[in-house]
């Protein structure tokens, strides 16, 4: 256990040693001259229009999403970027089903055996009835539209099963034909982005199925009260022809048949039912103790599910590599292109125009392909340029980029992703997220270095932010990805940039007040443009293609 969390440590620590001691590169006259062509104009101008009113948010399915989709393809033609998406267009298909429960959902949890522990709940029944959307919140399956279930329950810790980096959660444990109970969480002996991906929901699904379970019901990691309403606000899955899931942050398809919250109560009875104590097991597992058991109780639950269907769109454009070699390998810049429409008013604005959030994004990508357009000569490799959809819904757009492209499957090489940049203040310092993991980092700290960049750790490491953008859709799929996001440096030395942006974000983050009127530096945003666009030329340029860190948690994904 310890030499594997040395392992890591010393893994992490290596990448940003090699960061700083990067090599200036040297870039050619051509691509000198094209990398001046970013405009911080031109950004703002693109920024503008993505989130204006007219576009009403741009939340797939509607007339604004696609306004918003005509005008990037408009761009994408104008800056000489040709169109690789399906049968020689712009666009993939991405089917979209938002499923949502309904009223009627019953869940019950059945003791086995009578409870006489100290530890325990008192029982007056052997049957306890879960209140649907307070002790419990079912998600709806996007398949099946009844489902009933009757199985036993088993706890597995956090869920986790990574016997390779010391912690297995199912070491000895039968959940076969079992729906397991988990607490949201991971180990303190894991990095951040380890952490974000084993405590992710969707790689608590898929390991549980992998070991047997027919369900999985998450417990908090607190007693904090929390609203329990997933089920009813509805969840969203990209669907394929046949009406199976094809890609999903709540579904396992073909096995998984209930996956639901539990409040802090529920979750404390369903522990005790076992003999266990809730606060004493929450000590050992976040300590790297796994603590899993059989629980002697049967949970039967109840419900339907209804659907409502939505076509939605990726854009998809090619710059062609100069090298017959290597010009059929794709680089990928990615950002997503839609936001969460039309909702609860703010200060008397419903709109949520997503100007940060991310046009800024959007924009990038457009500053990007501008560069390419002006280079005389293009990269060895070619540059997939992918503006995706559903990214608010799940990462479900890029989901289904990642896993069914455009281009074939095992041609691309890496994924640069550019998600709310957070251009309010002048760039001085990156964190690369997810770099560490694999030889990527290279390229970052030479491009960084290039531009006067500082390349630090990151400032937010209990964010999760590495699975929560699209190219953690590009790293399950095995493809070396990343994610360039602020670091703390700022121009008065006090480096507490972070401080800084976390007000800024409780104002404008996913509220209509992040429009074109709010805080922006749109040199910060031709920088961002100008690094990313480096970053992955210098990919398409190398003569290796990136490869994960031997021995990483991701490599096991190629």
């Known amino acids: 256990m310890l030499k594997t969390k040395l392992l890591l440590t010393l893994l992490v620590v290596t990448a940003f040693v090699r960061v700083g001691i990067a090599q200036q590169i040297k870039l050619s006259p051509n691509v000198k001259k094209a990398l001046s062509t970013v405009d911080s104009a031109e950004i703002k101008a693109d920024i503008k229009y993505l989130a204006d ?147 992710n929901t969707s790689t608590i699904l898929k390991t549980a199925a992998l070991h047997g379970a027919v369900g999985v019901i998450i417990g908090p990691a607190d007693s904090i009260v929390r609203p329990l309403v997933a089920g009813v606000r509805g969840v969203y899955s990209v669907m394929n022809s046949q009406g199976k899931v094809s890609v999903s942050r709540s579904f396992y398809s073909g096995q998984i048949r209930i996956f639901a919250n539990v409040n802090y109560n529920a979750f404390r009875m369903l522990v005790n039912r076992a003999d266990k104590n809730v606060k004493d097991i929450a000590l050992l597992i976040k300590s790297g103790k796994p603590q899993s058991f059989a629980i002697p109780v049967t949970i039967t639950a109840n419900y339907h599910s209804v659907y409502q269907d939505i076509v939605s769109y990726n854009v998809i454009g090619k710059i062609t590599g100069s090298d017959p070699k290597v010009k059929n390998q794709y680089v990928v810049h990615s950002a997503h292109l839609d936001h969460l429409g039309i909702g609860t008013p ?121 699975t929560r953008s699209d190219q953690y859709s590009f790293v399950v799929n095995g493809i070396p990805a990343l994610h360039v996001k602020y670091g703390n440096k700022t121009a008065d030395g006090k480096n507490n940039l972070a401080d800084i942006v976390a007000p800024w974000r409780a104002k404008y983050y996913h509220k209509p007040q992040d429009d074109i009127n709010g805080i922006f530096d749109f040199e910060a945003g031709k920088k961002y443009a100008q690094l990313n666009f480096l970053i992955g030329y210098l990919v398409a340029q190398d003569s290796k293609k990136p490869v994960w860190n031997t021995g990483d948690i991701f490599s096991t994904h190629q």
């Open 53 to 199: 009113d007219k576009l009403l948010g741009r939340i797939p399915g509607t007339p604004g999403y696609q306004t918003a989709v005509d005008y990037v393809v408009n761009r994408l033609k104008n800056l000489k970027v040709k169109p690789a998406g399906e049968k020689g267009t712009w666009l993939q298909t991405v089917r979209l089903r938002k499923a949502t429960l309904s009223k009627g959902a019953t869940a019950a949890i059945v003791n086995q055996k009578p409870v006489t522990s100290s530890n325990s709940d008192t029982l007056s029944n052997v049957i306890d009835d879960l209140i649907a959307g307070k002790e419990i919140s079912i998600s709806p399956d996007p398949e099946s539209p009844v489902q009933n279930v009757n199985a036993p329950m088993a706890f597995a810790g956090y869920g986790i099963s990574q016997p390779d980096l010391g912690y297995d959660d199912y070491a000895g444990l039968d959940v076969k034909g079992k729906v397991v109970l988990v607490v949201r969480g991971a180990p303190d002996q894991f990095s951040s982005s380890v952490k974000a991906h084993v405590a």
């Open 346 to 466: 703010v200060q008397g604005d419903s709109i949520y125009n997503g100007a940060h959030d991310n046009a800024s994004g959007v924009a990038s990508l457009l500053g990007i392909a501008k560069v390419y357009a002006h280079m005389k000569v293009k990269p060895k490799r070619s540059i997939l340029v992918v503006m995706v959809t559903g990214e608010e819904m799940g990462d479900l757009g890029s989901g289904y980029f990642a896993s069914h492209p455009t281009v074939p499957v095992k041609s691309m090489v890496a994924d640069v992703n550019t998600d709310m940049p957070t251009i309010i203040a002048p760039l001085l310092s990156i964190t690369a997220l997810g770099a560490e993991h694999s030889s990527l980092a290279k390229q970052v700290s030479q491009a960084a270095t290039y531009l006067g960049i500082s390349v630090e750790p990151d400032p937010e490491p209990t964010q999760a932010r590495f």
